[in-house]
């Protein structure tokens, strides 16, 4: 099956603005973040795509942003269109996010050339 890594960022220190981008773009009205030492995260898992979202910077000081990562497991081209839901919600958010994404073999190691959906 075809798989592709994707990592990206959402630049808000905002947990509430991301989890609930997060919960629109997967359809899970359920997902919720935890507070882990240094923030929040969220991690989701189903048959087609596994995301982790976590707080990067210090958080409460109004320079954090969350790092988002992942698998879709379909072809580039595909998690394209995927990934974009996303960067359209962020932007229609007034958020600037882009998401790097790249085939990858069952390893998770990259196969191609690395795009950018923004």
């Known amino acids: 099956m075809a798989r592709t890594t994707f990592h990206g960022d959402i630049p808000t220190d905002s947990h509430e603005v991301v989890i609930a981008l997060l919960r629109d773009w997967l359809v899970r ?24 979202c976590y707080e990067a910077g210090a958080p409460g000081s109004g320079d954090s942003f969350y790092l988002l990562e992942g698998i879709v497991e379909a072809e580039p081209a595909r998690a394209a269109e995927r ?11 007034g958020l600037d996010c882009s998401i790097d994404y790249v085939g ?15």
Do not use: H, K, N, Q
């Open 83 to 93: 990934l974009a839901v996303l960067v359209d919600a962020c932007m229609v958010a």
């Open 29 to 52: 009205p359920e997902l919720s973040m935890a507070v882990r030492r240094t923030g929040f995260e969220a991690t989701y898992r189903d048959d087609t795509i596994e995301v982790y």
């Open 104 to 118: 990858a073999d069952t390893a998770g190691a990259a196969i191609g050339v690395e795009s950018t959906v923004e």
